[in-house]
Antibody, heavy 118, light 107 residues
Framework: EVQLVQSGAEVKKPGESLKISCKGSGYIFTNYWIGWVRQMPGKGLEWMGIIYPGDSGTRYSPSFQGQVTISADKSISTAYLQWSSLKASDTAIYYC???????????WGQGTLVTVSS | DIQMTQSPSTLSASVGDRVTITCRASQITSNWLAWYQQKPGKAPKLLIYEASSLESGVPSRFSGSGSGTEFTLTISSLQPDDFATYYCQQYNTYLWTFGQGTKVEIK
């Protein structure tokens, strides 16, 4: 069974750094792109970026380029999303999802709620 | 970048109604177009991929069509479990874009 299990909720202060994770299981982790999607409170889905764990190749949405870093450790089948300096506007639920051939996200993590507040 | 515009933003309908949601691309895109359903507090669920292919396990009352710049999601007979928010999403050359969503409410 394919599963993506994300790390737990985080509460941070503005300016702090953060790295959240997404662990894949039930499939060959290096063979599929893993994307990250933001959902701000009461808002829609926004594609942030994606990584191919096989070679760590990454692509970012222009809206998020330079704002976050996506990485992966294929030895433990885990993808990461990190911030070096959080802002209050980063408060959102972040989902990871596996991209299929053709770009659809078939499998999703349960989401990680990130709250940034002073 | 390709922008995806969904209409309507909100839709009020009754059980049994036929519902159509439209997604328009800002430029001609491939048929790498997917539709998702999201309920409050849950991750999105894939319904349709490659514009018209039904995801395994999704009821056949859901269907997708379209090409070029206009795509539609149709629910042939709305059921109580279908009240949710729906998103389109396109993929083109390593860039993914979601539409802004359509909330289907009970009339």
């Amino acid at each position: 069974e394919v599963q993506l299990v994300q790390s737990g909720a985080e509460v941070k202060k503005p300016g702090e750094s953060l790295k959240i994770s997404c662990k894949g299981s039930g499939y060959i982790f290096t063979n599929y792109w893993i994307g990250w999607v933001r959902q701000m409170p009461g808002k829609g889905l926004e594609w942030m970026g994606i990584i191919y764990p096989g070679d760590s190749g990454t692509r970012y949405s222009p809206s998020f380029q330079g704002q976050v870093t996506i990485s992966a450790d294929k030895s433990i089948s885990t993808a990461y999303l990190q911030w070096s300096s959080l802002k209050a506007s980063d408060t959102a639920i972040y989902y990871c999802a596996r991209a299929e051939l053709g770009g659809a996200f078939e499998y999703w993590g349960q989401g990680t709620l990130v709250t940034v507040s002073s | 970048d390709i922008q995806m515009t969904q209409s309507p933003s909100t839709l009020s309908a009754s059980v049994g109604d036929r519902v159509t949601i439209t997604c328009r691309a800002s430029q001609i895109t491939s048929n790498w177009l997917a539709w998702y359903q999201q309920k409050p507090g849950k991750a999105p669920k894939l319904l349709i991929y490659e514009a018209s292919s039904l995801e395994s396990g999704v009821p056949s009352r859901f269907s997708g069509s379209g090409s070029g710049t206009e795509f539609t999601l149709t629910i042939s007979s709305l059921q109580p479990d279908d009240f949710a928010t729906y998103y389109c999403q396109q993929y083109n050359t390593y860039l993914w874009t979601f539409g802004q969503g359509t909330k289907v409410e009970i009339k």
